[in-house]
């Protein structure tokens, strides 16, 4: 009786609505759009290829022997799943001088851009949002591109290009 009781004086809770009103991505084998990801899915394609000799030197780091895991700077594979051009950024677009762009993690180049295609694709203006209160949620991971940056030098560009907690305010 107890259970029937809690059950009629409760009010049916419904779940919270959320609207995806633009969209954008960039993965692997083409994929610049949510269209073109579809494509690729719906054919089933296979988008890793070799890896890049301008990303770097796979025969210098590669080891297939017996337990590559614990073969230390080698990785056993020879190939991966890359976004082709991660070099073409327009920083002067997003107010970024060319010296700050040069320490740019290419995670936070990236994103900057989707999120423009975002809203390009929700038929937003920039006009719309620049200076607004919305919300902007991301979640970044590793930090390659810093590790490959301070192997040379450091400026004061280097940690902000690299910060992962900083990313969404850009």
């Known amino acids: 009786a107890e259970s029937k009781m809690l059950h009629e004086t409760s009010q049916p809770?419904?779940?919270?609505?959320?609207?995806?009103?633009?969209?954008?991505?960039?993965?692997?084998?083409?994929?610049?759009?949510?269209?073109?990801?579809?494509?690729i899915l719906v054919q089933g394609k296979d988008c890793t290829s070799d890896m890049p000799t301008d990303r770097w030197n796979t025969e210098a780091f590669y080891y297939g022997g017996k337990d590559p895991q614990n073969k230390v700077g080698t990785f056993s594979v020879k190939?991966?799943?890359?976004?082709?051009?991660?070099?073409?950024?327009?920083?002067?677009?997003?107010?970024i001088s060319p010296r700050e762009a040069k320490h740019l993690d290419p995670q936070q180049r990236l994103l900057l851009e989707l999120a423009v295609e975002s809203f390009e694709d929700a038929g937003i203006p920039d006009s719309v949002y620049k200076g607004s209160e919305t919300g902007c949620y991301v979640g970044l991971m590793n930090h390659d591109y810093m590790s490959l940056q301070?192997?040379?030098?450091?400026?004061?560009?280097?940690?902000?290009?690299?910060?992962?907690?900083?990313?969404?305010?850009?």
């Not at 301070?150 to 850009?170: E, K, L, V, W, Y």
């Open 13 to 39: 809770t419904s779940p919270p609505r959320i609207a995806i009103v633009g969209m954008s991505c960039r993965f692997a084998g083409g994929a610049s759009s949510p269209s073109n990801l579809w494509k």
């Open 79 to 95: 190939r991966g799943a890359f976004l082709p051009n991660i070099k073409g950024f327009d920083p002067s677009f997003f107010g």
């Open 150 to 170: 301070t192997r040379d030098s450091m400026t004061s560009h280097t940690s902000p290009g690299s910060a992962t907690s900083i990313a969404a305010n850009r």
